[in-house]
């Protein structure tokens, strides 16, 4: 590979020397994992026949943030690696909601069945609300 770069390029693509390259592909490979979560989305969507957002729409959503956050630092970009990195909390915390509730979810009881710990009272269980209570 050359020591320069030409013209053209450095004019497009803001790069001064051949190894600038590198991180135009890192940017490239990451914004295409960035893009790639809203094909995910429109298929799913497309799919169902109503607009839906799939939990791996949020990993390719973290992981093309978290490329595009290298890609903004390595290239010493302020504002990008600002609004990856807020993107990354917001993706990060959809993530935890999404995985908090499966837990809740799991947890639940099926109908009929009793809650995990549940115990019933000696006398049979709670008196039934059409059961006068005696005193």
Not at 106 to 125: D, F, I, K, N, W
Request: with cysteine.
């Amino acid at each position: 590979m050359s020591n320069t770069v030409p013209l053209w390029m450095q004019e497009w693509f803001d790069v001064d020397a051949p190894w600038e390259m590198w991180w135009l592909l890192v940017g490239l490979a990451a914004q295409t994992a960035f893009f790639t979560r809203w094909i995910i989305q429109w298929i799913a969507s497309e799919r169902r026949g109503e607009s839906v957002v799939p939990v791996i729409f949020w990993w390719c959503s973290l992981v093309g943030a978290t490329m595009l956050l290298i890609y903004f630092v390595g290239r010493r970009e302020p504002v990008g690696v600002l609004g990856q990195a807020i993107g990354w909390a917001v993706y990060s915390r959809n993530l935890y909601l999404i995985r908090t509730k499966r837990k809740l979810v799991a947890s639940e009881p099926l109908p009929g069945q009793s809650p995990p710990g549940y115990r019933p009272m000696a006398s049979g269980g709670p008196p039934d609300a059409e059961t006068p209570v005696q005193t």
